[in-house]
């Protein structure tokens, strides 16, 4: 079995495609089991966020397990191999790595792709898909992340999603403090930009959402007013800018209903951004007059600014990471020989038991001691011995000089 890791990501894959291979919360365990229970795979974890969908995992056949992928969510395989990465080995620890880090996000340096990995690994951990492997690589992904985040400034100066969502209306509205703002979800997302759009103090605050408890937590937070989502119909036409992300396999927010709210509104234009993969609002929406709406990947330009600053920060972050590539991979290696060590051992534990059966009986018999003691010590010598000597005596030519050399380091011999 070795490492492997594959997936898709914003670099290599768009919102439409990335949307159709997300793993809600609710369906994570079963994937999981599915994947480890059903194929040729030991161990694995998976990440999805909005950015990106990983699977981390061990293996002996990755076109099996990137199979899966596709069979899980119904797709053929030939339709998501021009968006994977297959990354084996060392290739998969150091993305692992720069993930992490916040090297691979849409927001450089962004800290909530490290929770999102935790959140990863515990479900993988409770679903019993996490081995001694992967407990390993991600235990010493955690540490290079904060290292990377202590010792550089690669979160400096960066903007988040939320702040970019929180930015862009102030470009459309110019000051949003005569708007009203709506959220949908209560999730860690929709949390960070509450706290963005409030710090702007807005005319108002709503928050909707599917269960009315979570709603009422963060409302109280922000001094919002809490409304689910049976209450959107009535509420939307209410409010000038709506930020959603939820978990909804479905979109919430489709045509039909937009259409009523912007009619409501008296064409009052309404600005809509939607952080959600799946997608929260319809595509058709974007058709209408007076929709301004900005999907997750719309943002990435405004989350680039401040980038220049960083990327001396980027530098000494791709070497702490490389350093740390090369440490795991040595461990990985010392994993790799213990079968090896293991069996060495169990064999020279075999000859130990075999001679120690022997030298009992002889003394049973009423033998010397001493001379049971020398047999027992050239029997052993003799089975340690045997085979690297016959090994070497039945060798080729071509391979004598590399055994010679090889017998001489494992026994640490000086040849006169």
């Known amino acids: 079995m070795q490492l492997f890791a594959f997936g898709l990501n914003h670099h290599t894959a768009p919102l439409d495609v990335r949307e159709q291979l997300t793993f809600p919360e609710n369906v994570m365990e079963d994937a999981l089991h599915d994947l480890v229970g059903h194929n040729p795979v030991k161990e694995a974890a998976i990440v999805s966020t909005c950015n990106r969908t990983e699977v981390y995992c061990s293996t002996d056949k990755p076109d099996v397990a990137t199979r899966w992928l596709a069979d899980f969510h119904s797709l053929h395989t030939q339709e998501l191999d021009p968006y994977l990465y297959k990354l084996p080995r060392e290739q998969a620890v150091k993305h692992a790595f720069r993930v992490a880090s916040g090297l691979d996000s849409m927001v450089l340096g962004e800290p909530q792709i490290l929770g999102q990995l935790k959140n990863a690994v515990k479900s993988a951990e409770h679903a019993g898909t996490l081995g001694m492997l992967l407990h390993k690589l991600f235990q010493r992904t955690f540490f290079v992340a904060k290292e990377v985040r202590t010792s550089t400034e690669i979160g400096a100066s960066s903007v988040s999603m939320a702040a970019a969502a929180a930015r862009l209306a102030e470009r459309i509205f110019g000051d949003i403090g005569e708007q009203r703002v709506l959220f949908i979800g209560a999730g860690e997302m929709i949390e960070l930009c509450a706290s963005h759009f409030a710090s702007r103090q807005p005319k108002r605050i709503t928050v909707a959402n599917r269960t009315t408890e979570r709603a009422e ?77 900005y999907y997750v990947d719309d943002l990435s330009e405004i989350v680039k600014e401040g980038l220049d600053s960083r990327q001396s920060a980027v530098a000494q972050a791709e070497t702490i990471i490389d350093s740390n590539v090369v440490d795991f991979m040595r461990w990985v290696s010392t994993r790799e020989s213990v079968p090896t060590i293991r069996a060495l051992r169990d064999q020279g ?68």
């Open 217 to 293: 937590a963060l409302s109280n937070r922000f001094n919002a007013t809490a409304i689910t989502l049976g209450d959107l119909p009535e509420q939307l036409p209410l409010h000038d800018i709506v930020v959603t992300c939820t978990a909804s396999p479905l979109p919430i927010l489709g045509k039909g209903l937009m259409e009523r709210a912007i009619k409501a509104r008296k064409h009052r234009p309404i600005f809509i951004v939607d952080l959600a993969v799946p997608r929260d609002v319809e595509l058709e929406v974007a058709e209408l007059d007076d929709v301004f709406l």
């Open 349 to 416: 534990e075999r000859y130990r038991r075999h001679e120690l059966t022997r030298a009992s009986k002889l003394l049973l018999k009423g033998e010397d001691p001493q001379t049971v003691l020398e047999s027992l010590s050239k029997g052993l010598t003799n089975k340690f011995l045997h085979l690297p000597s016959s090994t070497l005596n039945h060798a080729s030519a071509d391979e004598r000089d590399d055994l010679v050399e090889l017998i001489n380091r494992l026994y640490q011999l000086h040849r006169p």
